[in-house]
Nanobody, 122 residues
Framework: QVSLVESGGGSVQAGGSLRLSCTAS????????MGWFRQAPGKERENVAV????????HYKDSVKGRFTMTKDNVENTVVLQMNDLKPEDTAVYYC???????????????WGQGTQVTVTV
């Protein structure tokens, strides 16, 4: 059974930082590209970042470029989204996702995590 478990969400003031982690189990992690999505209230879910199977290649949504960094550890079966200089518009539920194939955006997704809330206050 595949499981993606996110952690690290919370509330932070604008300009602050948060580090989201996602630990995978039940799948050959090194064979999967990974992504982070977010969904704000009343809005569609959007792909924020993706990383290739090896972790060598990343893509980011324009609004987070230079502020967010995604990394992949194929030994620990973990991906991390380091978020710096957070803005109120980054407030959303953030989801980890896995896909057997590297595309930008990362669709269709094969597996989803349960999501973690990120709230950025002014």
């Amino acid at each position: 059974q595949v499981s993606l478990v996110e952690s690290g969400g919370g509330s932070v003031q604008a300009g602050g930082s948060l580090r989201l982690s996602c630990t995978a189990s039940g799948l050959p992690f090194s064979d999967y590209a990974m992504g982070w999505f977010r969904q704000a209230p009343g809005k569609e879910r959007e792909n924020v970042a993706v990383i290739s199977r090896s972790g060598a290649t990343t893509h980011y949504k324009d609004s987070v470029k230079g502020r967010f960094t995604m990394t992949k550890d194929n030994v620990e079966n973990t991906v991390v989204l380091q978020m710096n200089d957070l803005k109120p518009e980054d407030t959303a539920v953030y989801y980890c996702a896995a896909r057997f194939g590297f595309t930008w955006p990362l669709v269709p997704v094969d597996y989803w995590g349960q999501g973690t809330q990120v709230t950025v206050t002014v």
